[in-house]
């Protein structure tokens, strides 16, 4: 029988106060994973103090302040970093990350890549507003080309990074998108990527009320969602619109494959895209992540979900076939071996 307590949402809301502008998005996603925390315990039997919340520097990075359990508040995009050294040090925990887009992408991009790529048993989730809030409304890493910022006045020349086209890239096998307000699409998301074994990325888009207001409203905003979005689930149809009568389609098109919108009514139910979050390739992933409004509806949910070892299995392995084969070390003999020398 568990022996984990029945905990509501109450018991994962701390008692500081909630710091975060009027109407901006990260209140959303706060009050979602304070909801959720108790279902994770059930359903993991997890106790309280074994799940940690570890942010780096930026509005959302406030997260564990909030938070009524560990948590580590670290220093500019290093969070995937300090919440390596914890899980696999301590694999009783399960470890989250909290960043946003300009401290994940940014000054912490490769920390975020070697995380990925590395299957660190590790949830990480990058609210992306599309700005630097806490600074004062600068550009980000996922700002549009030509966005007019106290920090790009004439428009920004960058072409913006797709956080979900990276995740992919680092081969995480846990990748997915959504939206701060839609609470029980994020609900979903949030429990299979806490139940996953490995890194976990889910990007969340989350509205900056005060620098980047209606950043997404093409495709979030109450009145556009049915027709802009699709949210993405294993082995259905990609089909969307008011009574899904639209659906995506791929094709074959000068050497490459893309996607295409169709009206239900017109194709063959053959030829539309059945999403596959398990697939060992990822390519249709990838085809899914690069889709944008207004050609596209903007797709969200689970793009992938695979089993592979993780990081803290292969070391745990290592560690042990060391072991047999040295025995069991001496570090303060071992410190004194080799090329050592006194300074007097």
């Known amino acids: 029988m568990s022996q984990v307590a029945e905990y509501t949402r109450k018991d994962f809301s701390s008692k ?3 710091r975060w502008c009027p109407g901006c998005g990260d209140y959303s996603v706060l009050a979602q994973v304070q909801r959720i925390m108790p279902e994770i315990c059930t359903q993991m039997d997890l106790k309280k103090e074994n799940i940690v919340f570890i942010s780096g520097i930026g509005c959302a990075s406030r997260f564990p302040y909030y938070m009524n359990n560990f948590g580590f508040h670290t220093i ?16 009783d925990l399960q470890v989250w990350v909290v960043t946003g887009d300009g401290d994940g992408l940014s000054i912490g991009g490769n920390h975020l890549i070697h995380s990925l790529r590395r299957n660190v048993n590790i949830k990480i989730m990058l609210f992306n507003n599309r700005i630097y809030g806490l ?9 549009e080309i030509g966005k007019k910022t106290k920090s790009s006045p004439m428009g920004s020349l960058e072409r913006p990074l ?8 680092s081969e995480a096998t846990f990748i997915a998108r959504a939206i701060a307000t839609e609470g029980t699409q994020m609900r979903d998301v949030l429990l299979q990527a806490a139940q996953h074994n490995g890194s976990a990325f889910i ?32 082995g259905e149809p990609v089909t969307f619109g008011k009574d ?70 292969l070391l745990d392995q290592q560690v042990e076939q060391a072991k047999k084969n040295q025995g069991v070390g001496d570090l303060k003999k071992h410190l004194r071996t080799g090329e050592t020398w006194s300074v007097s």
């Open 76 to 91: 500019h995009g290093r969070a995937p970093t300090i919440a390596s050294g914890l899980t696999l040090s301590r694999p």
């Open 244 to 313: 899904n009568e639209k659906a995506i389609c791929v094709r074959a098109k000068h050497g490459a494959i893309e996607p295409y919108v169709v009206n239900v009514a017109d194709v063959d139910k053959s030829e539309i895209l059945v999403h596959d979050e398990q697939s060992p390739n990822s390519a249709l992933s990838h085809l899914l992540a690069q889709m944008e409004t207004p050609e596209f509806p903007m797709p969200l949910g689970i793009f992938r979900s695979i089993n592979h070892p993780t990081y803290n299995e």
């Open 162 to 169: 797709n956080p979900l086209s990276l995740a992919l890239a």
């Open 203 to 234: 990007e969340i888009f989350q509205n900056c009320n005060v620098f980047n207001d209606g950043t997404f409203d093409d495709f979030a905003a109450k009145k556009n969602q049915v027709e802009n979005s699709v949210f993405l689930r294993h």
């Open 16 to 18: 500081q106060e909630v």
């Open 135 to 143: 600074t004062k409304g600068q550009y980000s890493p996922t700002s």
